[in-house]
């Protein structure tokens, strides 16, 4: 518990206890035999009053007290699930990068259209599965996220197609979306995964379930005050409105406020993780919006999520991926991971892309590698996170031999959160953060080389 909510608990406990001597000075009163018959009937009116604001007094303190309870146990659930997810992205990414740099020496290798497709959709895949752990960190940890100006309806309609071969045959999925222009200030990821956890949740809740469907709606909704008094941190304007809706076996009244919380879950042990709804609760908070729920045990459920409309275009539109690389002219680039996957592929896509590569497994290595090479090397790509010697480190000897090399650090951690002990890097650092495309990568060396 806080200092500050010790401090709130203590000056309440005093005003009770202030109220509470009045009441007993008063209750003496009572017994003195001068009193007349009428003072006596006033003051049993006050007391009347001041134990009945003692008792609400008392009743609010016992639910702050809890609210304040409740909040420490999820502060410690976030902060446990912000130290698993750092653990885990670290070696997630690195396999993604690795993936990543192979589908690209593949596709130069390919001139099939079908099979040039489906690698590319791999890669896609493989990008959006990177983008899932950032907002797990976002979630766990309350970094920014990127937003963009967002058309929700073809969006949602994409996802749908999206999710429809994840569900089975059997569950029947209706939608009922609007024609009207709904844009939203979006993270088309979180979004993602706001309706895929929906459906998921939905599809869990009707097994056995004869005629079972799901039905998604999306339509324009407007909060007027009386809506916005019975939802506390909600706007009056206008909104998206997405619901989905299943004829399930509902949820027990009980476990209905407990819903959102991470890790809490009424599946089996091994059936469920207790995230997907608390990362769906921590996306709608992200984008300014609300969720709703309505359900009836053995009858079904209705989660109806709130986005804020835009009602401008002022955030500008994502660019568009290119599919172009930037090409070398020979010079000699030191890269530099622990991960012998990522040097291999690595050194085979920058000699692709017209570079020649010398290779360090730790930042011992690279900085006598450096040595060795100090006249002849360009630019150093160096992962940050490394045994033996880190990235930084390995730079600060580096740049004692020579202070003008050009680098470029790379990491599969979260490089806005998660890299303790680290010195701090200077603000034009560039970091690179795996998986990278191979595009990317290439315009980051050459736009270093020319400067």
């Given at each position: 518990?806080?200092?500050?909510?010790?401090?709130?608990?203590?000056?309440?406990?005093?005003?009770?206890?202030?109220?509470?001597?009045?009441?007993?000075?008063?209750?003496?009163?009572?017994?003195?035999?001068?009193?007349?018959?009428?003072?006596?009937?006033?003051?049993?009116?006050?007391?009347?009053d001041e134990i009945t604001s003692l008792a609400q007094s008392y009743e609010n303190t016992v639910r702050s007290h809890e609210l304040m309870e409740q909040q420490f146990l999820q502060a410690q659930k976030m902060e446990a699930m912000g130290t698993l997810v750092g653990g885990i992205a670290h070696d997630f990414n690195n396999i993604l990068a690795g993936m990543n740099n192979n589908l690209y020496l593949a596709r130069k290798k390919i001139e099939e259209p079908d099979v040039l497709q489906k690698l590319s959709n791999v890669e896609e895949l493989s990008l959006r599965g990177a983008?899932?752990?950032?907002?797990?960190?976002?979630?766990?940890?309350?970094?920014?996220?990127?937003?963009?100006?967002?058309?929700?309806?073809?969006?949602?309609?994409?996802?749908?197609?999206?999710?429809?071969?994840?569900?089975?045959?059997?569950?029947?999925?209706?939608?009922?979306?609007?024609?009207?222009?709904?844009?939203?200030?979006?993270?088309?990821?979180?979004?993602?995964?706001?309706?895929?956890?929906?459906?998921?949740?939905?599809?869990?809740?009707?097994?056995?379930?004869?005629?079972?469907?799901?039905?998604?709606?999306?339509?324009?909704?407007?909060?007027?005050?009386?809506?916005?008094?019975?939802?506390?941190?909600?706007?009056?304007?206008?909104?998206?409105?997405?619901?989905?809706?299943?004829?399930?076996?509902?949820?027990?009244?009980?476990?209905?406020?407990?819903?959102?919380?991470?890790?809490?879950?009424?599946?089996?042990?091994?059936?469920?993780?207790?995230?997907?709804?608390?990362?769906?609760?921590?996306?709608?908070?992200?984008?300014?919006?609300?969720?709703?729920?309505?359900?009836?045990?053995?009858?079904?459920?209705?989660?109806?999520?709130?986005?804020?409309?835009?009602?401008?275009?002022?955030?500008?539109?994502?660019?568009?991926?290119?599919?172009?690389?930037?090409?070398?002219?020979?010079?000699?680039?030191?890269?530099?991971?622990?991960?012998?996957?990522?040097?291999?592929?690595?050194?085979?896509?920058?000699?692709?892309?017209?570079?020649?590569?010398?290779?360090?497994?730790?930042?011992?290595?690279?900085?006598?590698?450096?040595?060795?090479?100090?006249?002849?090397?360009?630019?150093?790509?160096?992962?940050?996170?490394?045994?033996?010697?880190?990235?930084?480190?390995?730079?600060?000897?580096?740049?004692?031999?020579?202070?003008?090399?050009?680098?470029?650090?790379?990491?599969?951690?979260?490089?806005?959160?998660?890299?303790?002990?680290?010195?701090?890097?200077?603000?034009?650092?560039?970091?690179?953060?795996?998986?990278?495309?191979?595009?990317?990568?290439?315009?980051?060396?050459?736009?270093?080389?020319?400067?």
């Open positions: 518990m806080t200092i500050v909510g010790k401090t709130m608990q203590s000056q309440i406990r005093d005003t009770q206890m202030v109220s509470l001597i009045s009441a007993v000075d008063e209750l003496k009163q009572l017994v003195d035999d001068n009193l007349e018959a009428e003072q006596k009937q006033n003051i049993i009116n006050r007391l009347s983008e899932l752990i950032k907002q797990l960190l976002t979630f766990a940890r309350k970094d920014r996220v990127t937003m963009k100006s967002l058309q929700l309806i073809p969006f949602i309609k994409k996802t749908l197609k999206f999710i429809r071969s994840s569900v089975p045959e059997n569950i029947d999925i209706h939608h009922n979306i609007c024609k009207d222009s709904l844009r939203i200030s979006g993270n088309e990821t979180q979004i993602h995964q706001v309706l895929m956890n929906l459906i998921n949740n939905a599809h869990d809740s009707l097994k056995g379930v004869d005629d079972a469907r799901i039905t998604v709606r999306l339509k324009a909704f407007h909060a007027d005050e009386q809506f916005v008094k019975k939802h506390s941190g909600l706007k009056t304007g206008y909104y998206a409105r997405l619901s989905v809706e299943d004829n399930g076996s509902g949820i027990p009244e009980d476990n209905i406020e407990h819903l959102f919380e991470p890790f809490f879950t009424t599946k089996e042990i091994g059936k469920g993780t207790g995230l997907g709804l608390a990362m769906v609760f921590g996306a709608v908070k992200t984008h300014d919006g609300f969720v709703e729920v309505e359900s009836v045990e053995g009858k079904g459920s209705t989660f109806y999520i709130y986005l804020p409309l835009l009602e401008s275009e002022e955030i500008a539109p994502a660019k568009q991926h290119e599919d172009t690389v930037t090409a070398g002219h020979g010079e000699l680039i030191l890269l530099v991971d622990d991960d012998i996957h990522i040097l291999e592929s690595g050194k085979e896509v920058l000699e692709a892309l017209g570079y020649t590569v010398l290779r360090a497994m730790n930042g011992l290595d690279a900085v006598d590698t450096f040595t060795t090479y100090q006249g002849d090397i360009s630019l150093i790509l160096m992962d940050l996170v490394m045994p033996r010697l880190g990235g930084v480190m390995a730079v600060e000897r580096i740049r004692k031999i020579q202070p003008d090399i050009k680098v470029i650090y790379s990491t599969g951690y979260d490089k806005e959160g998660s890299l303790p002990g680290q010195i701090p890097l200077a603000a034009d650092t560039i970091i690179l953060s795996k998986p990278y495309n191979v595009e990317e990568l290439s315009k980051s060396i050459r736009n270093q080389l020319d400067l």
